[in-house]
Nanobody, 120 residues
Framework: VQLQASGGGLVQAGGSLRLSCTASGISFSINAVGWYRQAPGKQRDLVALINTAGALTYADSVKGRFTISRDNAKNTMYLQMVSLKPEDTAVYYC???????????????WGQGTQVTVSS
């Protein structure tokens, strides 16, 4: 199972970015998928989640600014971020929990992380 995240970068406050995460070896369409972030010296926190029923959950700090979505045909998930703030600066990780397609092994799988830096 591999999750490949991309789309991070440096942006000014008020700007936008879209993160992508493409999976191989596991299906996003039937599993919960989410984005987490970790700022220096802090724990990794949930940003947004799509559960197995398709319900969306957002951290209070990003509600109204971030949108999580997925494209089942591309086995890719996205995080559209607008009105970015300096406090959004962190490494963003994509995540899914489910069974690997080839082995059937149930696991908690993470992407490698992509840096988002918002300057003031």
């Amino acid at each position: 199972v591999q999750l490949q995240a991309s789309g991070g970068g440096l942006v000014q406050a008020g700007g936008s970015l879209r993160l992508s995460c493409t999976a191989s070896g596991i299906s996003f369409s039937i599993n919960a998928v989410g984005w987490y972030r970790q700022a220096p010296g802090k724990q990794r926190d949930l940003v947004a989640l799509i559960n197995t029923a398709g319900a969306l959950t957002y951290a209070d700090s990003v509600k109204g600014r971030f949108t999580i979505s997925r494209d089942n045909a591309k086995n890719t998930m996205y995080l559209q971020m607008v009105s970015l703030k300096p406090e959004d600066t962190a490494v963003y990780y994509c995540n899914t929990v489910g069974r690997a397609l080839q082995t059937g092994r149930f696991g908690n799988y993470w992407g490698q992380g992509t840096q988002v830096t918002v300057s003031s």
